[in-house]
Every structure is written in C-alpha cells, then in structure tokens.
C-alpha cells in the first residue's frame, strides 16, 4: 500500500542562499534585468532573466514578476496603439491612441519599472 506524502517544502519562500553566493549577486541580477536590454537590447534582459531564475533569493512569485515587467512595459503601450488604430481606421483619428500609449508608457517607464527594482533588490538582499 502507497500513502501519499506531502513535503513542507512552501513554493512562497525563497530558498535558503547558496553558500558562497557573493551579496553582489541579488543587485547584479536586477541591474542585469532591468538595464541590461538598454546596453545589449533583448541579450542583456535574457540574461537577467537567467540570472533570476538560477538565484535563490527570489521567491516564483517575484521571478515571474521580475521577468515579465519589461515585456509588459512595451507590450501594453503597443497594444494600445493597435487597438486605437484598428478601432479608428480613419486618418488621424487615431490621436487618442497615440496619446494614450505614451502616457501608459511612460507611467510603466517611470512607476512600474523603478518600483519592481526596488522589490526585487530587497526581495534579493533579505536572504544575504
């Protein structure tokens, strides 16, 4: 007879840090991350990404986040351009559209990008 057995193992909690880890580790992956697409376009944010799922100072939950911010931050403002355009095919009709996606990029630009950072850098640090 089998029993099933479950395992305290919380996929909320970050694992414990590496030993050897150095504390640079959690701040260079988050530069990587979050800069690394503007020195190396797409490379350097896959890289970040890589490094953020190969460390164990984040939990899933803030991985996930920590990966998808940037493509979030261009894509909704792309979205929006579309959908402006393909609901006003006129010419010019479109403003609004324009309008909006800069707003909505900037806002991702300027809020969401500097307050993920700073999540993840104390997210990173709070095992170190």
Known sequence: MTTMTTTP???ATPEPARPGDPDAYPVLTV???MLGGF???VVG???GVVMLW????????????GTLVWPG??????LVLVAG????PEPGAG???????????????????PWTFVKLLRAGRRTH
């Open 85 to 88: 355009f393909v609901a006003t």
């Open 31 to 33: 530069l990587m991350l």
């Open 73 to 78: 931050i261009v894509a909704v403002p792309a």
């Open 54 to 65: 190969t460390g164990r100072s984040w939990t899933v939950g803030e991985k996930w986040l």
């Open 39 to 41: 020195v190396l376009p």
């Open 45 to 47: 944010w896959l890289a």
């Open 95 to 113: 403003h609004w559209a324009i309008v909006v996606a800069g707003i909505v990029g900037v806002l991702g630009a300027l809020v969401v990008l």
């Open 9 to 11: 193992h919380d996929h």
